[in-house]
């Protein structure tokens, strides 16, 4: 079992940037695939970006490559999705997921556990 809790969103002015964090419980973090989506108001689940459980691999939505970088730090049991030069189309609730395999994946299906989610809200 794994528990995220993520931290990091706000109101933001377009331009600027934010870093998410999702801090997860647990001994087995190191083995799990980790995952960042977003769900805008009105729309369903967008992928964003994930990587492999020894941060190696990397995946981007196309909507934000070049833009967001997604890391983790294993030591301290967390992931995070730095974001720069945001958009106004940026703003939604974004959410990290964990997966045991440690493998990353762009489904939401592809993930066990969830967080809460943050929201990040991105002015003009």
């Known amino acids: 079992q794994v528990q995220l809790v993520e931290s990091g969103g706000g109101l933001v002015q377009a331009g600027a940037s934010l870093r998410l964090s999702c801090a997860a419980s647990?001994?087995?973090?190191?083995?799990?695939?980790m995952g960042w989506f977003r769900q805008a108001p009105g729309k369903g689940r967008e992928f964003v970006a994930a990587v492999s459980s020894s941060g190696t691999i990397k995946y981007y939505a196309d909507s934000v490559k070049g833009r967001f970088t997604i890391s983790r730090d294993n030591a301290k049991n967390t992931v995070y999705l730095r974001m720069s030069s945001l958009k106004p189309e940026d703003t939604a609730v974004y959410s990290c997921a964990a997966r045991p395999s440690g493998t990353y994946a762009y489904t939401d299906r592809s993930y066990d556990y969830w967080g809460q989610g943050t929201q990040v809200t991105v002015s003009s």
């Open positions: 647990g001994r087995t973090f190191n083995t799990y695939g």
